[in-house]
């Protein structure tokens, strides 16, 4: 019966995901957690494997179809920047993991700084109309903004989430839509390197495989499901499903926050 829990949040975060251009881990990640099945190393394992097999299929199938609107010249030096990272992401998540001898301690910090971080979008997502936006185009400064972007998803396991939508809007004054897309891009680059990482470190947590195979597989439906209903929606229905998972995950992270600190 977990199991199919499971898989069921995995489908329905990526196709919320898909169309948001989050990801997916944003959900996955603080959902899991709630659940207290696995460790928190392990869910983040999964959740990035998750968030790359998605991201994966989205990103080939538009450019594919010819429906893609990545920004190449942008989003490639953002999404070098975020492997970069998300390779210190990884090291600093495994540093605190190995250094602290409560291993809830991990997910308490996790689930904090997601808050705050889910608390500081909210807040631009609704007064973004008051806030002028810019039009970077320097490679050096997109490199360091995806560098950001890359720690920070890295670190929390979530693959992008809604920061990179609204650092897209603020600094690159891209469209709800448009953003989406480039978001996804960004976020499959990092999450290639992590793993990579993960796999040339030999720092890969225990998991399930039977689980794990049912989730990233119905990561990568739930993208195919995403996709075709993203075309059918326009930029203000995306903005108001972003804002109502946002304020959901703040009260998982509360949640979580609390229980791993008992």
Known sequence: MII?????????????????????????????????????ATISFISSCIVLSMT???VVNATLSGESMIRKGISTFLGLGAALGGVLGKVLFDFIQSASPNANM???????????????TLTYMLYSAKISNHSVTKRRTCVLIGFGLGLLSSFLGIGGGPINLVVLSFFFSMNTKEA?????????????????????????PEFPVLPFTLMVTAGIMGGVAGRRINKHLDGVAVGKLLNGLIIIIMLVCAYNFWRYCQ
């Not at 989050?22 to 959902?31: A, H, N, R, T």
């Not at 991990?106 to 689930?111: H, K, L, N, T």
């Open 56 to 58: 994966c299929y989205t």
């Open 106 to 120: 991990v997910g308490a910090v996790q689930s904090a700084l997601l808050f705050v971080v889910m608390l500081g």
């Open 180 to 204: 989406a897309q480039n978001s996804l891009f960004i976020i499959l680059l990092s999450q290639c390197t992590s793993l990579i990482l993960t796999l040339a470190t030999g720092t890969v």
């Open 4 to 40: 199919i829990l499971f898989v069921l949040v995995c489908f329905l975060a990526s196709v919320a995901g898909c169309i948001c251009g989050i990801g997916g881990g944003i959900i996955i990640k603080p959902v899991l957690d709630s659940l207290g099945v696995y460790p928190a």
